[in-house]
């Protein structure tokens, strides 16, 4: 699944080359409000235009309930691109995707042109990824390029099912980086290799944790998933997060990493309060106890200061870290503690440091740590999925080196 063709592997000059890109960014009364991932898929499109490819970019925005709506189109993406390149990208606003307008702005295009379909999710053949909108999009282009780490988890027909219609299909830049850094961290790691997993649950976890057990040499548990774990040890967990179904999962992980001999960390200490904040950053008054000696009537939201220590010692020794959920209430500025030390931990580490996107590459960026790790994901789910070992349809599809 690693060694796929690029960009840099393909002759675009003349060629109408469809990009699907990951332009999935939050809108507020129109206007974009962080433009992050139109901005990390500008390398990409450059260099397409510098070879002289006709680019043709496509993406799906929100989550499209109801068909087309003016919420949700591309538009805003459009304009916002034209001031990046300094070009005009010629919007194609069909809410059939692949209508007249877009047939007609392809049709009419010059080398270095480019041109922006409408929310590919318009068509709720997308995510059916049906035969028919697959084609559609296919007879647009020749080439076509996958730069959508966010949405290759998913086989859709802009991910997936365009890639049976097209003679070439390739990576882009993003797509090509998120290989590189999780890909190898995860099959080839230098090591020592520590993996930390954090946030609320473990069912979201499962596979992840028995997958990197066999990967990494430290493993380490934090975020509201780690008092399952600790009442798995037979230890009082107060009105901590739980799940009871997974008690015996943490048992057998916890048997498993012994029997592979594999470090498995857990919070020795946690910050505790009587009541869950709301608003979620209202203050809040704590006290810190022994993870062994949790009051009944108190609730873990982040890890202690000796837990802190821990694992930041765990961190200075490692050459591979990839992290992926937070370790306590980070929103809350008294409940971030824990996750700003593990963040500045990896800042201050010389080794390879990978964020696996969602929660930890939004508290990461927040607390202002992102310019010190060697990587931030881009995908959420894509990574998780990538961290858990699965194939993962929109690079699976891709050409072979």
Same mark, same amino acid.
């Given at each position: ?48 235009? *510098? %070879? $002289?490819?006709? +680019?043709? @970019? ?10 087309? #709506? =003016? ?38 295009? *010059? %080398? $270095?042109?480019? +041109?922006? @379909? ?10 059916? #990824? =049906? ?40 990576? $882009? ?229």
């Amino acid at each position: 699944m690693l060694n796929k063709k690029s960009v840099d592997d393909i002759n675009v000059k003349g060629k109408r080359v469809l990009v699907r890109c990951d332009f999935n960014v939050p809108l507020k009364g129109g206007e974009i409000t962080d433009e992050n991932r139109i901005v990390a898929a500008l390398p990409t499109i450059q260099k397409l235009i *510098n %070879d $002289g490819g006709k +680019v043709i @970019l496509c993406s799906h925005l929100g989550k499209v309930k109801n068909g087309p #709506n =003016e919420g949700e189109s591309l538009a805003p993406v459009a304009k916002r691109l034209s001031e990046k390149l300094g070009k005009e990208v010629v919007f194609a606003a069909d809410d059939e995707v692949v209508g007249p307008n877009a047939k007609a702005a392809v049709a009419a295009m *010059n %080398d $270095g042109d480019v +041109v922006l @379909l409408q929310n590919t999710r318009f068509r709720k053949e997308e995510t059916k #990824n =049906e035969e028919n909108f697959s084609k559609e999009l296919a007879s647009l282009c020749d080439v076509y390029v996958n730069d959508a780490f966010g949405a290759c988890h998913r086989a859709h027909c802009s991910t997936e099912g365009v890639t049976k219609f097209v003679d070439t299909s390739v990576v $882009g830049y993003l797509m090509q980086k998120e290989i590189d850094f999780l890909g190898n961290a995860v099959n080839n790691p230098v090591r020592p290799f520590v993996a930390i997993l954090g946030g609320a649950k473990v069912a979201d976890k499962l596979n992840v944790i028995s997958n990197l057990l066999e990967k990494c040499d430290t493993l380490i548990i934090g975020g509201g998933m780690a008092y399952t774990f600790l009442k798995a040890q037979g230890n009082e967990i107060g009105l901590s997060l739980v799940d009871d179904t997974k008690i015996d999962y943490c048992k057998e992980m916890m048997a498993k990493a012994e029997k592979l001999g594999k470090k498995l960390l857990l919070p020795v200490d946690a910050v505790t309060i009587k009541d869950f904040p709301n608003p979620i950053d209202a203050p809040v008054e704590v006290e810190v106890y022994d993870s062994s000696d949790m009051p009944a009537d108190r609730e873990g939201c982040d890890i202690g200061p000796k837990t802190q220590a821990l694992f930041a010692e765990a961190v200075k020794t490692a050459k591979t870290v990839v992290w992926n959920g937070p370790m306590g209430v980070f929103e809350n500025p008294t409940l971030a503690e824990g996750t700003i030390a593990v963040a500045k931990a990896l800042a201050e580490t010389d080794a390879t440091t990978i964020i696996g996107g969602g929660d930890s590459a939004a508290a990461v960026n927040t607390l202002g740590f992102g310019d010190k790790m060697s990587h931030i994901s881009t995908g959420g789910g894509a990574s998780l999925e990538f961290l858990e070992g699965k194939a993962l349809p929109g690079i699976e599809s891709a050409d072979d080196k």
